[in-house]
């Protein structure tokens, strides 16, 4: 059994003393903490390393969900996964959402988990998910303690993978996030809270905290996920799929966003497959053309579960399965993979 390494855990009742007490240590030594669900494991495996954690489960400020379908969502970082996929609005409203929170892991982390720590949750790599003795034994790579990166040895960069499954859904409906920390607050679209590079995949400060998430209108907008993994009842994404379409009257798409999670380091917009959608209506002919130019920016290393090839060929199919159940086409069924 990996037992939890000891530190000191910081229970700060407001969030203005939790931005104080994350300001006041040093960046190395301390972490926030939400759930846990991704962190204790991590501290157990030793690729964290925090002597303190200031604790954010406490505070009521970060619990909270407001606003509807049509003037758009507010919702707090600390709202469970399991909160999240039962809301009756985002249920009804924003099924990509509900769909995406409740296919995270199991019940009971979805109960401890919040949203907040799943738009944050570390990258993954097969070289860097594992025990100290097993990294060890390789060397370890460069995300903890090593050198090298296993993936691609002649890179000079770390290529763990973005593995949020309610990231790739929130950057397709357009969210913001708000982040508040010692310097004051900011509001930056989720999309650049990500960053190309595996080990500092975050663009904000470590003392920086997210404390809620600011959801458009869904009104007039289809939205869908389609996850791809090994177990259905427990697995991180090793591709995850959401699309978000605006149509108008006829049919006739007027904005498009499709976004791949688990395909790198960061969720990636694919751009070139929206704007082939734009001004088309959804026919299986425009969402095969939209499937097939998602495709090219997928660039998935052999560093998560399944093999490369067959996580690459299932980009095609997932944004065609995506866009076919949003246009009420009949989905194909799996042998479809191997056209
Ligand atoms: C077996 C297993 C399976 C899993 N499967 C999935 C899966 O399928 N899909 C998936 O997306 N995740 C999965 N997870 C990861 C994790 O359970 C979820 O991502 C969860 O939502 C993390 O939320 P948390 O509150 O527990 O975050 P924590 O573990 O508390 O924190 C995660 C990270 O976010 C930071 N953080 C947390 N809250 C904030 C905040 N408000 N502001 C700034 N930083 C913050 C922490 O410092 C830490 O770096 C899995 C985990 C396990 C152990
Ligand atoms: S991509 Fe390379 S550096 Fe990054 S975790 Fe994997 S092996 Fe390590």
Not at 21 to 29: K, R, V
Not at 35 to 52: A, H, I, S
């Given at each position: 059994?990996?037992?939890?390494?000891?530190?000191?855990?910081?229970?700060?009742?407001?969030?203005?003393?939790?931005?104080?007490?994350?300001?006041?240590?040093?960046?190395?030594?301390?972490?926030?903490?939400?759930?846990?669900?991704?962190?204790?494991?991590?501290?157990?495996?030793?690729?964290?390393?925090?002597?303190?954690?200031?604790?954010?489960?406490?505070?009521?400020?970060?619990?909270?969900?407001?606003?509807?379908?049509?003037?758009?969502?507010?919702?707090?970082?600390?709202?469970?996964?399991?909160?999240?996929?039962?809301?009756?609005?985002?249920?009804?409203?924003?099924?990509?959402?509900?769909?995406?929170?409740?296919?995270?892991?199991?019940?009971?982390?979805?109960?401890?988990?919040?949203?907040?720590?799943?738009?944050?949750?570390?990258?993954?790599?097969?070289?860097?998910?594992?025990?100290?003795?097993?990294?060890?034994?390789?060397?370890?790579?460069?995300?903890?303690?090593?050198?090298?990166?296993?993936?691609?040895?002649?890179?000079?960069?770390?290529?763990?993978?973005?593995?949020?499954?309610?990231?790739?859904?929130?950057?397709?409906?357009?969210?913001?996030?708000?982040?508040?920390?010692?310097?004051?607050?900011?509001?930056?679209?989720?999309?650049?809270?990500?960053?190309?590079?595996?080990?500092?995949?975050?663009?904000?400060?470590?003392?920086?905290?997210?404390?809620?998430?600011?959801?458009?209108?869904?009104?007039?907008?289809?939205?869908?996920?389609?996850?791809?993994?090994?177990?259905?009842?427990?697995?991180?994404?090793?591709?995850?799929?959401?699309?978000?379409?605006?149509?108008?009257?006829?049919?006739?798409?007027?904005?498009?966003?499709?976004?791949?999670?688990?395909?790198?380091?960061?969720?990636?917009?694919?751009?070139?497959?929206?704007?082939?959608?734009?001004?088309?209506?959804?026919?299986?002919?425009?969402?095969?053309?939209?499937?097939?130019?998602?495709?090219?920016?997928?660039?998935?290393?052999?560093?998560?579960?399944?093999?490369?090839?067959?996580?690459?060929?299932?980009?095609?199919?997932?944004?065609?399965?995506?866009?076919?159940?949003?246009?009420?086409?009949p989905i194909r069924p799996s042998h479809d993979v191997h056209e």
């Amino acid at each position: 059994m990996l037992r939890l390494p000891a530190f000191t855990y910081l229970a700060p009742s407001s969030l203005t003393a939790a931005v104080r007490m994350i300001a006041d240590q040093q960046p190395e030594d301390a972490m926030l903490v939400a759930g846990g669900t991704d962190l204790y494991p991590n501290m157990k495996r030793q690729q964290f390393e925090p002597k303190r954690l200031v604790g954010l489960r406490r505070l009521r400020e970060l619990r909270f969900l407001s606003g509807d379908a049509r003037h758009g969502l507010t919702i707090g970082a600390g709202m469970t996964l399991t909160e999240v996929s039962q809301h009756q609005e985002i249920a009804a409203r924003y099924p990509a959402l509900a769909t995406a929170a409740s296919l995270v892991s199991t019940p009971q982390l979805r109960n401890m988990g919040t949203i907040g720590g799943n738009l944050c949750v570390d990258t993954r790599c097969n070289y860097y998910n594992q025990t100290y003795w097993w990294r060890q034994a390789i060397g370890f790579c460069m995300k903890k303690d090593g050198e090298i990166c296993w993936v691609a040895p002649g890179s000079s960069r770390c290529w763990a993978v973005s593995s949020s499954d309610t990231a790739p859904v929130l950057i397709a409906l357009n969210a913001q996030v708000n982040l508040l920390g010692p310097q004051g607050e900011r509001v930056i679209p989720l999309c650049d809270l990500y960053r190309d590079d595996g080990m500092v995949y975050l663009g904000k400060g470590n003392d920086e905290i997210l404390t809620h998430i600011i959801v458009p209108p869904a009104t007039g907008w289809r939205m869908g996920y389609f996850k791809l993994r090994r177990r259905d009842s427990f697995d991180f994404p090793i591709l995850g799929v959401a699309a978000a379409l605006r149509l108008d009257d006829d049919g006739t798409c007027l904005e498009a966003r499709i976004v791949l999670g688990a395909v790198t380091s960061f969720p990636v917009l694919a751009t070139a497959a929206a704007a082939a959608l734009v001004g088309q209506r959804l026919t299986p002919e425009s969402i095969t053309a939209a499937a097939a130019a998602a495709f090219k920016p997928a660039k998935p290393l052999d560093n998560t579960d399944l093999m490369l090839s067959y996580r690459k060929k299932m980009v095609r199919v997932h944004v065609a399965r995506v866009l076919r159940q949003l246009a009420g086409l009949p989905i194909r069924p799996s042998h479809d993979v191997h056209e």
